[in-house]
């Protein structure tokens, strides 16, 4: 279960550390929900700009560390989470549209193409010290897709805040051949397998008695 305030913060039932999601992604909130332990979240105030000439997978492990950074900076005691996606487009990155017109040049881009998901997560925790960062690799391929398919699919699912305006959950599958990953849940904005190691690692067994 997850909570949009912090306070009054709720002990993770397996330690008297807390767990905190540094975002308020609906689609992370909800991945996260399935490893049933409690947890909080929090926006991180990161500036998400580019720098000049960085490479996307390089873009996407940055802000995921950034982000669990900042939060942890205001909750240094607690395990925190930071995730981020960029889709790449053979080197150049492609963030969340914001508008209509930027997610039809975006879709009609990639058309035909290959598209790498760069999906990054982070777990620091202030107190330990610990600070990790890993990457899921997501290779998609795109349909060939009309003007008119783009359209019809982004008013179904004005996918606005998705990377690459591709939400694969739901309609979005329709645009894609074929995905290539080693961690099923990554496209979607939180890879759950590099997660649980990632906390393991940070001493957080999810499979250890309460």
Known sequence: ?????????????????????????????????????PFNTVSPEVDETPQAGEAPQDLACRLA???????????????????????????QPLGKPGTHERAVAQLQAMRGQTVVFQ?????????????????????V????????????YLRAETPYD????????GLGI????????DDPTALVGLPLIRTCSLLQRAGLDLLSKP
């Not at 107190?127 to 990790?132: L, P, Q």
């Not at 998705?162 to 959950?169: F, T």
């Open 174 to 181: 329709a645009l894609l051949e074929r995905i290539d990953n």
């Open 119 to 139: 999906t990054a997560v982070a777990v620091v925790c202030q107190d330990t010290g610990f600070a990790e960062v890993d990457l899921a690799q997501v290779r």
């Open 162 to 169: 998705c990377a690459g305006s591709a939400k694969s959950e």
């Open 1 to 37: 279960m997850s909570t949009d305030k912090l306070d009054p913060v709720t002990p993770n039932h397996f330690t008297q550390r807390t767990l905190i999601l540094g975002s308020t992604s609906r689609y992370r909130r909800e991945l996260l929900e399935r490893l049933r332990i």
């Open 141 to 152: 391929q795109f349909r060939q897709l009309s003007d008119a398919q783009i359209e019809q």
């Open 65 to 91: 560390l950034a982000k669990a950074r900042a939060v942890a900076a205001l909750h240094p005691q607690a395990w925190v989470i930071g995730s981020d996606q960029v889709a790449d487009l053979h080197g």
